[in-house]
């Protein structure tokens, strides 16, 4: 059984700076691109940040362009989101996922 556990979610001042990991577990890690995603309250989700396998290629939303950063340590079958400078709109339940199986999340708040 495939499963994704994030943490590293809290509460932040604008302008702070916040790591999310995903511990992944019941697959083949390296093999998978892995992606972020976030839901807003009272909207869709959204793909925040995509890392192929063995970490080649990246990609990330417009709106995060710049202030996030996706990695990925193949040996500890974990993934990251180094989130910098973040914004109110950035506050959202953060999801580490790969193909239709997501982890439950992990809350981000941005607020002063």
């Known amino acids: 059984e495939v499963q994704l556990v994030e943490s590293g979610g809290g509460l932040v001042r604008p302008g702070g700076s916040l790591r999310l990991s995903c511990a992944a577990s019941g697959l083949t890690f390296r093999f998978y691109t892995m992606d972020w995603v976030r839901q807003a309250p009272g909207k869709g989700l959204e793909r925040v940040s995509s890392?192929?396998?063995?970490?080649?290629?990246?990609t990330y939303a417009d709106s995060v362009k710049g202030r996030f950063t996706i990695s990925r340590d193949d040996a500890e079958n974990t993934l990251y989101l180094q989130m910098n400078n973040l914004k109110p709109e950035d506050t959202a339940v953060y999801y580490c996922s790969t193909g239709s199986t997501r982890g439950k999340g992990t809350q981000v708040t941005v607020s002063s």
């Open positions: 890392i192929s396998n063995e970490g080649t290629g990246t």
